[in-house]
């Protein structure tokens, strides 16, 4: 009878599911496996799955303890906290600030912060809390992945500003790394301002569009593809259409005139005539806009065995 109980009592108790494993199978069973939690484990796994699976865990929110709780609830009210990991990897080349080099940290407490993902939103966070717009810029340089993001949300309160306060300001944050930022205020400032001398420069800004009319035109470039190294600049204050910026004026000039076409009419025709042009960049352009425009035009058979890997991919839509 001993030997019984004995081998009774060395049974271990039945493991409970991993809610974490759960969560991507039966995301209902796993928020029940996370309330029988007590309060510092159910945290700790609504914490995990932020950092690893964050859709649909605005209803976990609710579970966790108040630090827990508040970071849940700004991921979802704060969407660019899990798109910039999806979007924005660390080898993309999406329009952004360029990192940190301070001195004197303007944010020690955000730096201070567990988590490369809260120092980031921190900066970004103080950066919109900032009346000044040089002090926002330097901060906004902090939110590394998101850093286009935040030079956006603390410009829009002044796309209608004076451009000389908003220039110098620009200036004094960014030098000569600003100048994506100076084309963003011209265009979301022209967008709200009707002011002919607010046209020249948006049209000089932006280099190609000649005062034609923006259309909306979700972008297919968010994300880099290997290789496709080239800076880029925003075309309107979505900030989200982006174009290659290049040194050279004339081949900047062809690939400006490519993405002014595709906001504005959108002729397959003015794609298909530079689709042999001697430059990668140009052709790579035109794979990637023609495959949006006109995605059966016979152009793209050909741009889709390009000896330049890089246009051959967007040609074929990869």
């Given at each position: 009878?001993?030997?019984?109980?004995?081998?009774?009592?060395?049974?271990?108790?039945?493991?409970?599911?991993?809610?974490?494993?759960?969560?991507?199978?039966?995301?209902?069973?796993?928020?029940?496996?996370?309330?029988?939690?007590?309060?510092?484990?159910?945290?700790?796994?609504?914490?995990?799955?932020?950092?690893?699976?964050?859709?649909?865990?605005?209803?976990?929110?609710?579970l966790?303890?108040?630090?827990?709780?508040a970071?849940?609830?700004?991921?979802?009210?704060?969407?660019?906290?899990?798109?910039?990991?999806?979007?924005?990897?660390?080898?993309?080349?999406?329009?952004?600030?360029?990192?940190?080099?301070?001195?004197?940290?303007?944010?020690?407490?955000?730096?201070?912060?567990?988590?490369?993902?809260?120092?980031?939103d921190?900066?970004?966070?103080?950066?919109?809390?900032?009346?000044?717009?040089?002090?926002?810029?330097?901060?906004?340089?902090?939110?590394?992945?998101?850093?286009?993001?935040?030079?956006?949300?603390?410009?829009?309160?002044?796309?209608t500003?004076?451009?000389?306060?908003?220039?110098?300001?620009?200036?004094?944050?960014?030098?000569?790394?600003?100048?994506?930022?100076?084309?963003?205020?011209?265009?979301?400032?022209?967008?709200?301002?009707?002011?002919?001398?607010?046209?020249?420069?948006?049209?000089?800004?932006?280099?190609?569009?000649?005062?034609?009319?923006?259309?909306?035109?979700?972008?297919?470039?968010?994300?880099?593809?290997?290789?496709?190294?080239?800076?880029?600049?925003?075309?309107?204050?979505?900030?989200?259409?982006?174009?290659?910026?290049?040194?050279?004026?004339?081949?900047?000039?062809?690939?400006?005139?490519?993405?002014?076409?595709?906001?504005?009419?959108?002729?397959?025709?003015?794609?298909v005539?530079?689709?042999?042009?001697?430059?990668a960049?140009?052709?790579?352009?035109?794979?990637?806009?023609?495959?949006?425009v006109?995605?059966?035009?016979?152009?793209?058979?050909?741009?889709?065995?390009?000896?330049?890997?890089?246009?051959?991919?967007?040609?074929?839509?990869?």
């Amino acid at each position: 009878m001993l030997g019984l109980w004995l081998a009774c009592a060395a049974v271990p108790e039945p493991v409970s599911p991993d809610p974490i494993a759960v969560w991507g199978e039966d995301p209902d069973a796993a928020r029940s496996l996370i309330e029988a939690l007590p309060i510092g484990e159910r945290s700790l796994v609504v914490m995990r799955l932020l950092d690893t699976s964050p859709d649909g865990t605005d209803t976990l929110c609710a579970l966790a303890d108040e630090v827990v709780r508040a970071r849940c609830e700004r991921v979802h009210e704060r969407p660019h906290l899990t798109e910039k990991d999806r979007r924005n990897p660390d080898d993309s080349t999406l329009w952004r600030l360029p990192p940190p080099d301070w001195t004197v940290d303007p944010a020690p407490s955000c730096s201070a912060l567990e988590g490369e993902k809260w120092v980031q939103d921190c900066y970004f966070e103080t950066a919109e809390a900032t009346g000044d717009l040089a002090r926002a810029l330097t901060l906004c340089r902090g939110a590394r992945a998101t850093s286009g993001q935040c030079a956006s949300h603390v410009l829009m309160p002044r796309w209608t500003a004076d451009a000389g306060e908003v220039l110098a300001a620009i200036d004094e944050a960014l030098g000569e790394a600003g100048e994506p930022v100076v084309a963003l205020y011209w265009i979301g400032h022209v967008e709200r301002v009707d002011d002919e001398a607010a046209q020249i420069q948006f049209r000089n800004s932006s280099g190609a569009l000649s005062g034609r009319p923006l259309r909306e035109a979700p972008p297919a470039w968010r994300r880099a593809l290997p290789g496709e190294d080239w800076s880029r600049t925003p075309l309107h204050s979505s900030r989200a259409d982006v174009r290659p910026q290049l040194e050279d004026p004339e081949l900047d000039r062809a690939v400006a005139e490519l993405f002014a076409e595709y906001v504005t009419t959108a002729d397959p025709g003015v794609f298909v005539a530079q689709a042999d042009h001697p430059s990668a960049v140009v052709r790579w352009s035109v794979a990637l806009l023609l495959a949006q425009v006109d995605p059966g035009h016979p152009a793209l058979e050909i741009l889709a065995v390009d000896e330049d890997p890089r246009v051959a991919r967007r040609a074929q839509r990869i």
